[in-house]
């Protein structure tokens, strides 16, 4: 059970493909309980016996699908244009934004509560009808947690994918009491449970000093790509700048300031990011300078694989005031270009990721060190060394293919469900 599954244009939309099509090569069958919660299809996965249930979103997000609809209809026919989407949101998102951290802060665990209650009706009619040998819980949103009673009252033994804490630095601070209970009771309640690094096993472990169940680590993962690197140089013919590209989101704690400050500083380096909300500071960037910022709105997860592969260097900004990691670091992983990883504070589980694999250079996030990576980098594609003076460790970075995480997964759920059944 995951809220998130494709389309939905999200890391845990992507998490959750990966971890049902790894199931799916091992199980007879395999039931996805997911949100529905694009207005351009459903989700499909390959494999016939792969069964999606996309239940309603709730009253809120369902309200604004057909809200988004209605207007889609009204809009005019024709071809659709080429120009890319504008970043940022318009006045409408911003309500919507703005709706939902309303609803965040008055519902707990947060808006997607509402998922829960259809997708509890889901799993109650299905579990009348077959038998399930094994669940698996994914959270973020946290509401998934709230349909393991049912489970356990089943029968059904389950595991919990946490990833991250719940009870974590964006928790509302009158939900952080319930955010930690809830946490540990899926940890006291599963016979298994993930997450993405050593450090929040080690947080959850510190919480939870009693956890029954056995703990992994599945990080984020990447699918290797041959040739992920065209022929033709990605720079436009002539262009001597150094290409940058950040693909992801940008939240309160992962700040590209330095980075943008950095740019503005030389005439060396361009920037290209595909991200849905560009913070204010790199708006004005790019209208204060269009030639070494290109802000180009979200994009298809195809389509951003395929601007990674363009990129001289990848850029990917630490997380501050949290144990968490960027999963785009690892997808990265999948490209031949050097990662640029920048650190907001000592401890970073990505940075010790992209030295260990031989991936890129690590700064501080800080501008001086941020020049001094970027002298390194441009002198380094002056002279066309930029691709072979990063070679990654091939033993390392195999960690992170989603095939091999998959496997992994689908042992411990073939490890739950041989298991007896608890008195």
């Known amino acids: 059970m995951s809220h998130d599954a494709p389309p939905t244009a999200s890391p845990q939309a992507l998490r959750t493909a990966r971890f049902v099509e790894a199931i799916g090569r091992e199980a007879a069958s395999v039931v996805l309980i997911c949100a529905r919660m694009t207005r351009d299809g459903e989700c499909a996965l390959p494999g016939d016996n792969i069964r999606v249930l996309a239940t309603s979103p709730g009253w809120f997000e369902a309200s604004i699908l057909a809200l988004s609809r209605a207007s889609r209809a009204r809009s005019p026919a024709g071809p659709p244009t ?46 009348s009808s077959q038998r399930f040998d094994v669940a698996l819980l994914m959270h973020e949103p946290a509401a998934a947690l709230t349909l393991s009673p049912l489970l356990s009252r089943a029968g059904i033994p389950w595991m919990v994918d946490l990833a991250d804490p719940v009870a974590t630095l964006y928790t509302p601070a009158h939900w952080r009491r319930r955010a930690l209970r809830l946490e540990a009771d899926a940890l006291a309640g599963a016979a298994a449970w993930s997450v993405t690094n050593d450090e929040t096993s080690a947080l959850l472990s510190a919480r939870n000093p009693k956890v029954p169940g056995i703990g992994m680590i599945l990080p984020q993962g990447f699918t290797r790509r041959a040739g992920s690197r065209p022929a033709t140089p990605p720079n436009r013919e002539g262009d001597a700048l150094l290409t940058v590209v950040y693909t992801g989101r940008f939240y309160a704690f992962r700040s590209p300031s330095a980075f943008v400050q950095a740019l503005k500083e030389r005439n060396d380096v361009r920037m290209v990011v595909a991200c849905p909300e560009p913070p204010e500071s790199l708006m004005e960037a790019a209208n204060q300078f269009p030639d070494r910022f290109e802000l180009l709105g979200l994009l298809p997860h195809a389509e951003s694989l395929q601007l990674q592969s363009r990129a001289d260097v990848l850029l990917s900004i630490g997380n501050a005031g949290t144990v968490q990691s960027p999963g785009k670091v690892v997808e990265y992983l999948g490209m031949e270009s050097p990662i640029l990883h920048l650190v907001a504070e000592p401890g970073d589980a990505a940075a010790r990721l992209v030295e260990s694999a031989g991936a890129g250079l690590v700064a501080m996030n800080l501008t001086p060190d941020i020049h001094r990576a970027l002298d390194r980098l441009v002198s380094a594609k002056q002279a066309g060394t930029l691709a072979a003076g990063f070679t990654r460790d091939e033993l390392e970075t195999s960690r992170y293919e989603w095939s091999t995480i998959g496997k992994s997964l689908c042992s411990a759920l073939g490890r739950i469900a041989s298991q007896p059944p608890a008195s």
Do not use: H, M, Y
Request: hydrophobic share 50%; charged share 25%; net charge positive.
């Open 82 to 127: 080429p120009t890319a989407p504008p970043p940022g949101l318009n006045w409408k998102g911003q309500v919507v934004k703005a709706a939902r951290r309303a609803l965040d802060w008055a519902c707990f665990p947060d808006s997607r509560i509402f998922w829960a209650l259809a997708a509890r009706r889901t799993l109650l009619r299905e579990l």
